[in-house]
């Protein structure tokens, strides 16, 4: 089984699908700036579960954000959770330039 994923920019999420079927498996809900792009909601239908649409839901789009030169806020759980798991992800995570002192 092959899980296709695709930026759909106008509705400011991917979406994944089966090889071969039309419905969508899976989508990952994302704000997206000319140096970021935060990953806000992960949602997979409980048919899909644990065929692997989630990590490629996040995988895709961490590696196109990686080619974009974007940097990754990573606000949704199943993003984070994921990305802690794969330390090859980790430079993508933002950190922010400026700290307010007390």
Not at 58 to 73: F, P
């Amino acid at each position: 089984m092959s899980v296709e994923v695709s930026d759909v920019p106008e509705a400011k999420r991917y979406e994944a699908r089966i090889e071969g079927e039309s419905e969508v498996a899976g989508v990952a809900d994302y704000i997206r700036t000319a140096e970021l792009v935060a990953f806000v909601h992960t949602e997979v239908p409980p048919e899909y579960e644990g065929r692997g649409v989630g990590a490629a839901l996040v995988r895709t789009a961490l590696d196109e954000a990686r080619a974009a030169n974007l940097r990754v806020l990573a606000i949704c759980p199943f993003f984070a959770g994921w990305i802690a798991r794969h330390p090859e992800y980790k430079d993508l995570l933002y950190q922010s330039r400026s700290r307010v002192s007390d």
